[in-house]
């Protein structure tokens, strides 16, 4: 059975073509992705609640602007010993080097701003925005399949990764085949990214019983119990001590999930549901 699972990965290399003094890169290409790809859902879910789409839009152009530095920075912060030395490599984000924390928190911040400047929900666009980052990281995962970075530890499964000589830690230097990590994350995500897209619709169709901020919460537990396990396969974490960085987050982002829900349902909190927000948030 397992011979019939059997598919060795192997990275074709970081660049897509090469066009003169122009070189276009798989990380790029697919952060432009799913960029792209996460502004028309987050519109087309905001329809479905009666939210001007347009709000999205302008979101959209706050939420990349704060969240890719937010990623390079907070993974530069944690590598400062290397990126000291060589401070010109701190913009050199096409090199890989960003981390997804340091994405969200960047743009959770340009998020309660703009929600304060346009005075709608935070809850109802964070409701909004989670299933297209999730998806978004499905994406933005095989980024580090091309660039042969974010591995996990050595394995003989059948489903192993290839990761050339340079790539690999000092410690596996004699090692060729590492876990797919990056699929793992990949495919968790797509399942949570399914399971905030039934939660939104089942929402639209019990809007008495759904409370917005629903699926914000759902997306920090689901996301995190993933990423706690995956954490601890990989090979080049960002360190806090003997703590691996990602993990202790996302122990505080399950924690945050599971006790936003209770607020949420149990407690009878007063966030608003969808149907009280359409009309406030409608800025048209």
């Not at 907070?74 to 990126?83: D, G, I, P, R, S």
């Not at 050199?92 to 340091?102: E, S």
């Not at 993990?247 to 549901?273: A, C, E, K, N, T």
Request: aromatic content about 14%.
């Amino acid at each position: 059975m397992l011979s019939l699972l059997a598919f060795q990965f192997q990275s074709p290399g970081p660049i897509l073509v090469e066009l003169g003094p122009i070189t276009i890169r798989w990380y790029g290409l697919l952060i432009a992705s799913a960029v792209i790809i996460g502004v028309f859902l987050s519109q087309y879910l905001a329809q479905k609640r009666n939210i001007n789409p347009d709000l999205l839009g302008d979101l959209s152009i706050w939420l990349v602007l704060a969240a890719i530095p937010g990623a390079r920075l907070y993974y530069v912060a944690f590598e400062w010993e290397k990126y000291a030395q060589r401070p010109e490599a701190i913009i050199a984000i096409w090199q890989g080097g960003i981390a997804i924390h340091g994405a969200i928190i960047g743009g959770a911040i340009a998020a309660l701003i703009f929600a304060r400047i346009n005075r709608i929900s935070f809850w109802q666009l964070a409701d909004l925005v989670s299933p297209s980052l999730i998806l978004g990281q499905a994406i933005g995962r095989w980024g580090n399949f091309f660039n042969s970075e974010a591995f996990g530890t050595p394995t003989a499964l059948p489903w192993k990764l290839y990761i050339p000589p340079a790539n690999r830690p000092p410690q596996y230097a004699e090692e060729a085949f590492f876990h797919p990590t990056f699929l793992y994350e990949s495919m968790w995500n797509l399942g949570v990214f399914a399971l905030l897209i039934y939660l939104f619709f089942w929402g639209l169709k019990h809007p008495n019983r759904y409370r917005v901020g629903t699926l914000a919460f759902v997306y920090m537990a689901a996301y995190s119990c993933g990423r706690i396990w995956i954490e601890g396969l990989r090979t080049d974490s960002l360190m806090l001590g003997s703590i691996q960085v990602a993990q202790l987050i996302s122990l505080f982002g399950i924690i945050v999930g599971i006790f936003g829900l209770i607020w949420l349902y149990q407690m009878r909190h007063s966030l608003p549901d969808v149907v009280s927000k359409q009309k406030t948030i409608n800025n048209e």
